[in-house]
């Protein structure tokens, strides 16, 4: 059977929400409470990287920061419970809602229209993707919004494949870092899910307006 893989728009909604996630954990420490299983090094290095390093590393071909994708308990929990909070409390709104809202609004979307490439994006299960396509919209950004939690790094028992990353992955020579995002990609599409006891930090929720602050384009790549 022939899977129709990501499109072009896939992967610049991809680069632009990895590029979101990356400039937010320069300046939020909620979500580096998502990085507690990665090396003191490499979290060092990661909330500590330069516009033009953020913009290349963001170019990575599959979702940065994970949604706990593969803890089919948790999503099981969060999708039968009853959302308590109003969704649209104008004090819950900030930079990481923002950020959450677009993702879970992308997640949602191509798991209604490409499963296959959903996986593929967020090194997935098959369960997690069915479960995605079968919520409304709202329902599934409530049930998020009401756990309280946010997004925690992808691969965080795989502290080599984010040495690699942080350091051939955001080189200045294009091929060095496009070989280091490909070998990562491979990783998300030949392991099995990630670790299912894999946490997500609680969001304190603040006054602040919505607005998303996003890091610099960097040149072009070259080809």
């Not at 200045?172 to 099995?192: F, G, H, M, N």
Request: charged letters at 25%; one cysteine or more; glycine letters at 4%.
């Amino acid at each position: 059977m022939a899977f129709k893989g990501p499109e072009l728009s896939d992967y610049e909604n991809v680069v632009a929400l990895n590029e979101a996630w990356l400039g937010l954990l320069q300046m939020d420490t909620r979500l580096r409470d998502g990085l507690p299983e990665l090396p003191e090094r490499l979290r060092a290095r990661i909330t500590n990287l330069s516009r033009q390093q953020i913009s290349r590393l963001a170019a990575t071909p599959f979702l940065l920061f994970s949604f706990r994708e593969g803890d089919d308990r948790y999503w099981t929990r969060i999708l039968t419970d009853s959302p308590e909070r109003d969704l649209f409390h104008v004090n819950d709104a900030d930079e990481v809602d923002t950020l959450i809202s677009a993702s879970l609004g992308f997640i949602w979307q191509l798991a209604r229209r490409n499963s296959y490439a959903l996986r593929l994006i967020c090194g997935a299960t098959l369960y997690w993707t069915e479960r995605i396509a079968e919520q409304t919209f709202f329902h599934l950004l409530a049930a998020v919004r009401a756990s309280g939690d946010t997004p925690g790094v992808r691969f965080t028992g795989h502290p080599e494949l984010w040495n690699k990353l942080l350091d051939s992955g955001v080189s200045e020579e294009a091929l060095t870092r496009q070989a280091a995002q490909i070998s990562a990609l491979q990783v998300v599409l030949t392991d099995p899910p990630e670790c299912r006891t894999q946490s997500w930090s609680r969001a304190a929720r603040t006054n602040r307006a919505p607005r998303m602050r996003v890091a610099d384009k960097d040149e072009p790549t070259q080809s």
